[in-house]
Nanobody
Framework: QVQLVESGGGLVQAGGSLRLSCTAS??????????MGWFRQAPGKEREFVGG???????IHADSVRGRFAISRDNAVNTVYLQMNNLRPEDTAVYYC????????????????WGQGTQVTVSS
């Protein structure tokens, strides 16, 4: 069983930046065998895909964050990052990381493991 722990959330003013981290532990496969995804859920809304990174570090980002957010990974420390720049109030949400074997996906149902989430609040 893979455990995922997010960190780095907080309160930031519009236009500011945050970097979220998600560190994996446990499981029988190495971290570099997993594709990783970031999702978010705002109050009263469904959880939505933010971006993903494959085992070969290919990335994909949702239209709403493309050009502002960037995903990266460091397999040496079993961690995936979400760099968030030029934050907007509509980015306020709980952010979750997720892992699945092999290929990344934009569909939350396809991910096997989830973190507990970290709150990001952007004030106007």
């Amino acid at each position: 069983q893979v455990q995922l722990v997010e960190s780095g959330g907080g309160l930031v003013q519009a236009g500011g930046s945050l970097r979220l981290s998600c560190t994996a532990s446990g499981g029988t496969s190495s971290f570099d065998s997993y594709a990783m995804g970031w999702f978010r859920q705002a109050p009263g809304k469904e959880r939505e895909f933010v971006g993903g990174i494959s085992r070969t570090e290919r990335t994909i980002h949702a239209d709403s964050v493309r050009g502002r957010f960037a995903i990266s990974r460091d397999n040496a420390v079993n961690t995936v990052y979400l760099q968030m720049n030029n934050l907007r109030p509509e980015d306020t949400a709980v952010y979750y990381c997720a892992a699945r074997p092999t290929y990344f996906s934009v569909y939350e149902y396809s991910y096997n493991y989830w973190g507990q989430g970290t709150q990001v609040t952007v004030s106007s």
